[in-house]
């Protein structure tokens, strides 16, 4: 007889089950508005000024209690605290690093099987998303699993202390990319949208609302959705901790982070990253700040910039062409 | 029911009486009918399952996994290079004590590409806490995948189980099957820890030195009381259905001064030997060892032991001959032989236990004749 089921952590704290009512939240201008369940208790072991958990604390405001969560490895592995304690207050399913897309796609199976309509959420880091486990992503996306997957992107593998990922951007330092990374960003985003999926979204920690709504949105779809989302990370990317928002909204008004939604294919660009499109603010004061981009040369920032013009003139025209 | 059928029909037979909620695999060489056929009743409405085609066998264990831990029964299977494809999932379905049953259709590992039977692909997982049962008939494929759904459900046991069948040898030749109707045989599955959104809890997190060790032995505590499980279950099977199955099948052992020892196919056809071996006076017998996770209480005392193996652990030598050696203090002639489907006769076979040697190693085809 199995005295302790394995790796199973009961909450010591007892939750609160108040009607959730599943509204769309449109509208909503301040934080004050957003609902006042915390399904992320204040034990968690983010490191200061982490958005990634800040992000999780308005995906799960979103999502209710009536929502599982399949964690790969990542930071949020770490942050949800150590055995026997837990700071999520809705069941998380950690499992191996390439497996999330997978693990979730057979719990959406079997919830629907049994009638259930709990919501499966992925949180998965850039490196479980864009590198390790892109396989399985595109497996569950082509079959049309019913869930949403969220990768927090923090640029690099945080948890194991900033090595390169597919997400790096180009021209910054990490631990594995210590003169600077020579190749660009992967875009996720152009490999998602290949697969049709009925909603995908980009979204910043740095704008809670904006992130509120668009999981509201995409769990009202049936089927596959994504929301990538900038994340931040003080450590990492080595700015101070009080700064995180900071960076996530200049990250948003350089244009090097785009915010947009796709629906059914029919694609709109937030009305933050209309007004870089108009006038952006240059992409020095975003670079200067973060210790990662030290010592980056002329010519990298100006490829930077050049990348980031085409992505967002290219973003414009195809929400132009939809309209 | 009785009917002519491959190993592999004979496995979605079985799984389609125990009917997982969710079945999530992917096609490989001489697995592939088992889901074909699956994904055929699925189709026809003659299984109410969720048939996930995955794109590898990573995920196929993955979902499994995911589906499992919901609280409903699962299926996958696969073969060689897709069960060390999914090796990473193997460990994480054992260590989350879900109960999934895996068909694996035993082959040869590449380079070179070789399709043909062997057991280096499952005994590459014996470490993983699942349990492992060898069959060696339609029929024993059949009725052990029945009972492997209920073995791995068990309160007791709650660990995934993988019934083993020789590629070709097993899963493609025909033989008669007699299917039966398990009713109550198979009890509906209780997971004790499937989440729950109103009782919200984590699972497989990070976990420190003073409380992994604590997991581990709960898997091998479960690995021991599956013994139990597996005696109970193979008991009323034999009761309800008439054939009757035990950790190892064991012929013409009462009197036998030397015993051959092996798995699968292999272990059926020494029977043969052993008849041809009888009849000139040679007091031989032969043990099929079935069960290999948990590992059966074997005793030979006072008797030669030649081992098979169809399967080698380089630098060291046959795996199930090295079990036997440090399970029972004994040494034994130890036989490589069957390796990626090579032929091996009922006379070759007779001719290991003839030309024994207690303590050596041959490797059939390579050493010449023994």
Known sequence: MISQCSLLVRIAISSSRIFYPRTNAWGLDIIAELPKEEFILKCTSACAGCSDSLALRYVLKAAGPDTVLVVPACCTSVIQGIYPNTAFNVPTYNVAFAAAAACASGMSNALRATGKKTNVIVYAGDGGTLDIGIQSLSGAFERGTDFLYICYDNEAYGNTGMQRSGGTPLGARTTTTPGGKKDTKKDIDAIVAAHDPPYMATACAAYPQDLFKKVQKALGFRGPSFIHLLAPCPPGWRFPTEKSVEMGRLAVKSGMWVLYEREYGKLTLGAQSKAALRKPVPLEEYLAPQGRFKGIDAKTVDELKQRLEKNLRKLAAEEEAGA | ?370
């Not at chain 2, 979605?12 to 001489?30: D, G, L, M, R, S």
């Not at chain 2, 069948?165 to 045989?185: A, C, N, R, W």
């Not at chain 2, 279950?233 to 309800?240: H, I, Q, Y």
């Not at chain 2, 070759?348 to 010449?368: H, L, P, Q, T």
Request: some cysteine; charged content about 25%.
């Open chain 2, 1 to 370: 029911m009785k009917k002519i059928a491959t190993g592999n029909k004979a496995v979605a037979e079985a799984v389609k009486q125990a009917a997982p909620e969710v079945i999530a695999a992917y096609p490989i060489t001489p697995q592939t009918e088992i889901v074909e056929q699956i994904a055929e009743f699925v189709t026809n409405s003659e299984l109410r399952s969720r048939y996930i085609p995955v794109e590898s066998e990573h995920s196929a264990m993955a979902a499994c996994i995911g589906a499992s831990i919901t609280g409903v029964r699962t299926f996958t299977a696969t073969s060689s290079h897709g069960l060390l494809y999914m090796h990473e999932m193997t460990n994480w379905a054992a260590g989350a004590r879900l109960p999934i049953v895996m068909a694996n259709v035993n082959r040869a590992l590449g380079p070179g590409w070789n399709i043909w039977a062997e057991h280096t692909d499952a005994l590459q997982e014996r470490d993983t806490g699942w349990l492992q049962v060898y069959v060696s008939t339609v029929q024993e494929a059949y009725d052990a995948t029945l009972m492997a759904f209920r073995i791995a459900e068990h309160e007791d046991v709650l660990l995934p189980v993988m019934v083993n069948l020789d590629g070709f040898t097993l899963s493609h030749i025909m033989q008669p099957l007699d299917t039966v109707e398990p009713g109550d045989f198979i009890p509906a599955l209780r997971l004790p820890h499937a989440i729950d959104p109103e009782n919200p809890a984590g699972y497989g997190g990070l976990t420190g030195p003073e409380q992994h060790f604590r997991f581990r032995w709960e898997i091998e505590r479960s690995m021991r009381d599956s013994v139990k499980v597996i005696h109970d279950t193979e008991e009323d099977f034999a009761r309800r259905f008439g054939r009757k199955y035990g950790f190892t099948e064991d012929y013409r052992c009462e009197d036998a001064e030397v015993v051959l020892v092996a798995m699968g196919t292999l272990g059926k056809e020494a029977e043969v030997a052993i008849d041809t071996l009888r009849s000139e006076g040679v007091k031989a017998g032969s043990v099929r060892v079935r069960w290999l996770r948990p590992f059966p209480a074997l005793d030979f005392k006072g008797k030669d032991v030649v081992v098979i193996d169809r399967d080698y652990s380089f630098g060291f030598g046959g795996i199930l001959a090295h079990e036997i050696r440090a399970k029972c203090g004994i040494p034994v002639f130890s036989v490589i032989a069957g390796l990626g489907g090579q032929e091996v006769t009922y006379e070759d076979i007779a001719d290991f236990v003839r030309k024994r040697r207690i303590g050596g190693e041959f490797w059939f085809g390579v050493n010449g004749h023994v």
